[in-house]
T-cell receptor
């Protein structure tokens, strides 16, 4: 079993739709949960993160973590064509002065005008 | 613009050859990470350097090596190249202190094609 599982999609939605992107993970040591966004032909960039369980909201984006079920979600409200990208979940582990991100394979999202 | 510079952007070479990918981190960042991204494996962590020293190792093949120089730029050396090494190679940097833990700043990648 891979440490982080993410449905690669692709996922295609109409503009204005609510999008739900999900990951599962197996390592209980993960404490921070990051979401990176990667536009075509670009490097990933940090979108938002949560610590431990719970929700975090940032504008149209909400990140949610349920540590009991090892489930990570990212919700996008009122999706826009500019949200079209690949979204990668990336739980974080740390130790010995080093931070390690374990990336999911990413879900490719297309928002159709 | 993340502030991380990678060269070359594209590279085409033959099996058995050796290539060097170069990365300049964001100004002031001490930590450099190398990742390999392919369609079937996703983004795989290869190796991390912090202020010139190797800090962590991931799924890096023995044919691959890296180093970080005193000016903090880093190079990833790939040798005895195989078709399966064709991928996007990303460099990322972070400060590891005073910023969000886990916030890496990625370059735009070097696309390697092995024929």
């Amino acid at each position: 079993q891979k440490e982080v599982e993410q449905d690669p999609g692709p996922l295609s939605v109409p503009e204005g739709a609510i999008v739900s992107l999900n990951c599962t993970y197996s390592n209980s040591a993960f404490q921070y949960f990051m979401w990176y966004r990667q536009y075509s032909r670009k490097g990933p960039e940090l979108l938002m993160y949560t610590y431990s369980s719970g929700n975090k909201e940032d504008g149209r984006f909400t990140a949610q973590v349920d540590k009991s079920s090892k489930y990570i979600s990212l919700f996008i409200r009122d999706s826009q064509p500019s949200d079209s990208a690949t979204y990668l979940c990336a739980p974080l582990s740390s130790g010995a002065g080093s931070y390690q991100l374990t990336f999911g394979k990413g879900t490719k999202l297309s928002v159709i005008p | 613009d993340s502030g991380v510079t990678q060269t070359p952007k594209h590279l085409i070479t033959a099996t058995g050859q050796r290539v060097t990918l170069r990365c300049s981190p964001r100004s002031g960042d001490l930590s450099v990470y190398w990742y390999q991204q392919s369609l079937d494996q996703g983004l795989q962590f290869l190796i991390q350097y912090y202020n010139g020293e190797e800090r962590a190792k991931g799924n890096i093949l023995e044919r691959f090596s890296a180093q970080q120089f005193p000016d903090l730029h880093s190079e990833l050396n790939l040798s005895s190249l195989e078709l399966g090494d064709s991928a996007l190679y990303f460099c990322a940097s972070s400060a590891l202190a005073g910023e969000v833990a886990g916030e890496l700043f990625f370059g735009e990648g070097s696309r390697l094609t092995v024929l």
